[in-house]
């Protein structure tokens, strides 16, 4: 079992994509770690942002569908994002967002204080302030001081229709444990210490939720090798869920699967990680594509939307 991994990366619908890059970088100060395209749809962005060495655990992207329409919220689908960040840049963030003009709520769960708040394109987003563990040793500079920077992850939510038979996928093919429940929702941990070690299940009476901008497309669970991932796509076959074969993501390997509620759920595997096509201080700053795709690149560009 795959105890403790947590969450390897999260993954979004965002409108126009200079919106949503001025928001993660300069508002949040997340570090842009890889540019490329939609390797299904190469004519759209997949942009990523994380910490600086591009840990798993930090990982979100985004497909900027420039024309898609609103989401639809409902049951089916990943509610919000939660980051990290230390416990003593609460503040720090109150006025960042302040001065941002992001409007925000603030509030506790299981003791945890959090800020909840949404980025330009309605994607549902908190901060909880945990710990004092400071970001990862940067490879860049952030607007956002390390020392009161997000450092990842922290979990998500996600709403489901039946929270029993989510709750037992979560543990029996994850590995995950209950941890506690509170005002409906009810806290799941992988067990380790690093990023991404939490989701909350809300039970959800809504219709299946209608994917737009702002709505989360998957969410990716770490497998720290092939083996782990074969491991966990067993676990999953044996409940009676299907899984897709391995696929290349070129950063990552991975296989797919649906929650039961049907939530896309991806294991994605550390390797080879996020330098694997650049030198670690140049990721994210330039168009990697594929090499299948590389023949295309004057033609993929072209049909881009620019990003400043
Ligand atoms: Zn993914």
């Known amino acids: 079992m795959n105890k403790g991994a947590g969450l390897h990366h999260v993954t979004a619908v965002s409108g126009m994509p200079k919106e949503n890059v001025a928001f993660y970088t300069q508002v949040l100060g997340l570090r842009m770690v890889k540019q490329t395209v939609n390797y299904d749809d190469p ?8 910490d600086g060495p ?3 655990g930090s990982i979100l992207t985004f497909f ?11 049951s089916g689908e990943t509610g919000e994002t939660w980051f990290q960040a230390p416990l003593a840049s609460h503040a720090f ?7 941002a003009g992001v409007a925000f709520t603030q509030g506790e769960r299981f003791g945890v204080p959090v800020m909840v708040f949404r980025d330009p394109h309605q994607m549902d987003l908190s901060i909880a302030f945990m710990g004092d563990e400071a970001a990862s040793t940067p490879v860049w500079t952030s607007p ?6 997000i450092s990842g992850f922290a979990g998500v939510t996600l709403h489901v229709a039946r929270p029993d038979k989510t709750a037992r996928w979560l543990t029996e093919a994850f590995g995950w444990h209950f941890v506690q429940e509170q005002d409906g929702r009810s806290r799941f941990s992988a067990g380790g210490n690093g990023l991404g070690q939490w989701i909350d299940l809300v039970a959800s009476p809504l219709p299946m939720a209608q994917l737009g901008a702002g709505s989360v497309h998957h969410i ?3 497998a720290g090798s092939d083996d782990a991932q074969a491991g966990m796509a ?9 899984t897709t074969e391995q696929k290349d993501r070129n950063y990552f390997r991975s296989v797919y699967c649906r929650e039961p509620s049907g939530i896309i759920v991806e294991i994605a595997t550390d390797q080879p990680g996020f330098d694997v096509d650049e030198p670690l201080a140049e990721i994210g700053k330039s ?21 400043v």
């Open 43 to 50: 004519g759209t962005w997949h942009l990523y942002y994380g």
């Open 54 to 56: 591009a840990n798993p």
């Open 64 to 74: 900027p569908w420039t024309h898609v329409g609103p989401r639809r919220a409902g």
């Open 93 to 99: 963030w109150v006025e960042r967002l302040t001065q």
């Open 144 to 149: 956002v001081a390390q020392d009161m920077a």
């Open 220 to 222: 990716a669970f770490r």
């Open 234 to 242: 067993e676990q999953l076959r044996a409940l009676g869920i299907q």
């Open 287 to 307: 168009l990697k594509l594929p090499p299948w795709l590389e023949p295309h690149r004057a033609d993929i560009v072209a049909a881009l939307p620019p990003l």
